[in-house]
T-cell receptor
Framework: SAVISQKPSRDICQRGTSLTIQCQVD?????MFWYRQQPGQSLTLIAT?????????ESGFVIDKFPISRPNLTFSTLTVSNMSPEDSSIYLC???????????FGPGTRLTVT | KQEVTQIPAALSVPEGENLVLNCSFT??????LQWFRQDPGKGLTSLLL?????REQTSGRLNASLDKSSGRSTLYIAASQPGDSATYLC???????????FGPGTSLSVIP
C-alpha cells in the first residue's frame, strides 16, 4: 500500500490567480496521477505525472493550464493556472502500486474560485 | 470506448440491512476492477481489487464479485451500519498500461 498526503487540503482563491498543489508519497512509486472531481461528478483524469519528463495529459487538459512537476519518485505538484470559477473542484493525487496495479488516493484538495 | 455505469445512483436503507451495489462496463476484456469508498469532500479509499482472473474478493463485511462475460460487478455489504454511509465508486482498467475509468458512483445512506 501507499500513504499519500496533499497540501493544501483546501483553499479559496480569486479569479485569475494560480494555486500549486503538492502530493507526497511515503514510498517510491512509478506511476502518479492527477484527477479532478467537479461538484457532484465522478473523477476525471487530468494527467499522468512522469518522473524526469513531461506529464502526459488527457484530452481536454493542457500543460499551460495545468503544469505538473515530478522531480522524484515520491513527490509531484499540480498547478491550476489563471483560475476561473469553473476550476472549483476537488483535485486528487493518486499513485499506483506495481504488481497488482492497485490505485491509492490522497485526501484531496478542495479548491473554490471566487 | 469503455464506459462504466453504476446503479442505483442513490440508495437509502435502514441499519442492519444487507445491500448490493451494481457496476456495469461495456468492454468485458478488462485487466482489473477496483471498488472505492469516498466520504463527502474527501479522497478515495480502496476497498477491494479484483483481477480479471478472479471471481470475487472479500474483506470483512464486504464482498465484491466479477462477471466479465456479462460486464458486471457487484459489491455486497452485509449488516449495514451508519458508518457505511458514503459514495461507492467502481473503476475499471482495460490493460496494465491503460488508464482507469471510473463509474459515476452510488451514494449510500444508512439510517440508524
Amino acid at each position: 500500500s501507499a500513504v499519500i498526503s496533499q497540501k493544501p487540503s483546501r483553499d479559496i482563491c480569486q479569479r485569475g490567480t494560480s494555486l500549486t498543489i503538492q502530493c507526497q508519497v511515503d514510498s517510491q512509486v512509478t506511476m502518479m496521477f492527477w484527477y479532478r472531481q467537479q461538484p457532484g461528478q465522478s473523477l476525471t483524469l487530468i494527467a499522468t505525472a512522469n518522473q524526469g519528463s513531461e506529464a502526459t495529459y488527457e484530452s481536454g487538459f493542457v500543460i499551460d493550464k495545468f503544469p505538473i512537476s515530478r522531480p522524484n519518485l515520491t513527490f509531484s505538484t499540480l498547478t491550476v493556472s489563471n483560475m476561473s470559477p469553473e476550476d472549483s473542484s476537488i483535485y486528487l493525487c493518486s499513485v499506483e502500486v506495481a504488481g497488482d496495479y492497485e490505485q491509492y488516493f490522497g485526501p484531496g484538495t478542495r479548491l473554490t474560485v471566487t | 470506448k469503455q464506459e462504466v455505469t453504476q446503479i442505483p445512483a442513490a440508495l437509502s436503507v435502514p441499519e442492519g440491512e444487507n445491500l448490493v451495489l451494481n457496476c456495469s462496463f461495456t468492454d468485458s476484456a478488462i485487466y482489473n476492477l477496483q471498488w472505492f469508498r469516498q466520504d463527502p469532500g474527501k479522497g478515495l479509499t480502496s476497498l477491494l481489487l479484483i483481477q480479471s482472473s478472479q471471481r470475487e474478493q472479500t474483506s470483512g463485511r464486504l464482498n465484491a464479485s466479477l462477471d466479465k462475460s456479462s460486464g458486471r460487478s457487484t459489491l455486497y455489504i452485509a449488516a449495514s451500519q451508519p458508518g457505511d454511509s458514503a459514495t461507492y465508486l467502481c473503476a475499471v482498467r482495460l490493460t496494465s498500461y491503460d488508464k482507469v475509468i471510473f463509474g459515476p458512483g452510488t451514494s449510500l445512506s444508512v439510517i440508524p
